[in-house]
């Protein structure tokens, strides 16, 4: 063989041997792994086959039709066919067959993939988990004016409660229709309202553009009924600091911390402040009212009895200057503390029910900052799990915005699993059957489920159509139906107000 017919076997046999080595990583990974490859993975092994035998059949053809001699070189085979072509036709049959192999390959491995809900590893790898058919079954068009920021919202049985600046509206979770509203006055705006409800009652608060938020209501959620009203004066209340516990109205006005029957509004307690002190946060439940206090560059949190108001036990917090905190659980005791001071305090800090400190987590670290409601950490309004001693939130580390979600225990602080959101993570809820529930801006919303104790995703909740899009604030409850409400507390460019996924 001359010197210029070998050059192209000497290629061909190298892309042959390029082949055989990309299949055979592909196989052999597939073997590791416990499962053959597919899907794409299928496809390609397949097609790196197929150039693995078209370019041996060439070759080979080659080297039975290039003359070792000066000789003349037959225009035909003994057949009448010419070899080049004889080796094109052979070629093409082997394309063909392997190029449906690798199709019917790749669609059963697909079926096989979307059919497959276990055998899944700890979130920390970030699986792609398969997403289920949904759609967006209502939508209410934006109501508030551009960047107006909403105060909160509840979900009440099939009812799902927003507070927007131009007040407090209730929709139905199965269609979206208004159950009812409560407007805010002429010249006024809801500026607060309780974190959840209790016994069927919320309260909210609305002000003056301004001025004080001075105005305090109880809401009967069934029907939107106020139960009753008050006007509260000087400084007036503290907007994240209404609570409902206990058939108890527990909020923060003008250097009181006050409690009302949730039912009439009828006085029960009050703690009146030391001179020189302020509440920070204020939460409760049936039995624990929590309350942060600051005075001068200390602070404390002190436990009080929700019914009676009597005074359970007090604990110095670790804060030498101002600091903003809120309560993240009352429930076990978790509180979010962030001292101005650089080197100060910043953390989500754990109580025992004696006010014993059990654990303190950092809001900045190796997973980078982790978000936490109110004005403690990087400012987010996000809703926090507390689960089976486990704190979940979502954390960012090189994004502007939450990359993953992460689980630390509430018993040593130390990290207990991380899901790696593959877009943007937007917010967290509670899910059916104790799961977390992931609200994600994956190119439109979507919802994935995560198992509370391994971060293992399961279900997701992804619409065909996407048109409905999120807002830089979006909030995330759940339906008793199945349905995932979204709220839009904030509207930028025209987004829905309020729409389900299911």
Not at 94 to 104: F, R
Not at 313 to 320: F, G, T
């Amino acid at each position: 063989m001359t010197r210029e017919r070998s050059a192209p076997v000497t290629a061909a046999v190298l892309l042959s041997g390029a082949a055989f080595g990309a299949a055979a990583v592909f196989l052999g990974a597939g073997a590791v792994a416990g499962s053959w490859p597919r899907g794409w993975a299928a496809l390609v092994c397949a097609l790196v086959l197929v150039a693995l035998g078209v370019t041996g059949l060439v070759a080979g053809r080659r080297n039975r039709t290039t003359p070792q001699d000066t000789g003349p070189v037959p225009a035909k085979s003994d057949t009448g066919t010419a070899p080049g072509r004889s080796s094109a036709l052979v070629a093409g049959g082997v394309w063909l067959l392997a190029l449906a192999a690798a199709g019917t390959w790749g669609v059963m491995a697909t079926d096989d993939d979307e059919d497959r809900t276990s055998d899944r590893p700890p979130a920390t790898a970030s699986p792609s988990p398969a997403a289920a058919k949904a759609s967006v079954v209502w939508s209410v068009p934006a109501a508030a004016a551009q960047q107006d920021e909403g105060v909160g919202a509840w979900a009440v049985g099939d009812t799902v409660a927003q507070g927007r600046i131009d007040g407090l509206f209730a929709y139905g979770s199965a269609d979206g229709a208004v159950r009812w509203s409560i407007p805010a006055p002429t010249r006024e705006a809801l500026c607060g309202m309780s974190q959840d409800t209790e016994q069927g009652v919320g309260l909210v608060a609305h002000g003056r553009h301004e001025k004080p938020c001075s105005t305090l209501l109880a809401v009967r959620t069934s029907d939107g009924k106020v139960l009753w009203r008050t006007t509260v004066s000087g400084e007036g209340l503290l907007t994240r600091g209404l609570a409902v516990g206990g058939g108890t109205a527990v909020t923060s006005e003008d250097g009181v911390v006050r409690a009302r029957s949730s039912e009439t509004g009828v006085p029960r307690w009050q703690r009146v402040l030391v001179p020189g002190c302020a509440v920070r946060a204020v939460d409760a439940d049936a039995t624990r009212t929590l309350v942060v206090e600051q005075c001068g560059k200390s602070a404390r949190l002190v436990a009080l009895d929700t019914r009676t108001g009597a005074q359970r036990w007090l604990r110095e917090l670790p804060v030498e200057s101002h600091a903003e905190a809120t309560v993240v659980s009352v429930s076990p005791v978790v509180l979010g503390v962030h001292e101005d001071h650089k080197r100060g305090t910043r953390a989500f800090l754990g109580f025992d029910d004696h006010g014993t400190p059990t654990v303190t987590i950092p809001l900045s670290g190796p997973e980078g900052q982790l978000s936490a409601p109110g004005n403690v950490g990087d400012g987010r309004t996000s809703r926090i799990v507390v689960r089976d001693g486990l704190l979940v939130t979502l954390a960012e580390r090189d994004r502007l915005v939450p990359s993953k979600v992460v689980a630390y225990s509430l018993k040593d602080g130390r990290k207990a699993w991380e899901y790696g959101s593959e877009q943007q993570a937007a917010a967290l809820g509670a899910g059916p059957d104790g799961q977390v529930a992931l609200l994600e801006d994956h190119a439109g919303p979507r919802v994935v489920l995560l198992d509370p104790a391994t971060g293992t995703p399961g279900r997701v909740i992804e619409p065909e159509h996407r048109n409905d899009r999120l807002s830089i604030h979006p909030d995330l409850v759940a339906a008793p139906d199945g349905r995932y409400v979204v709220l839009n507390h904030i509207v930028m460019h025209g987004e829905p107000s309020v729409f389900a996924l299911r």
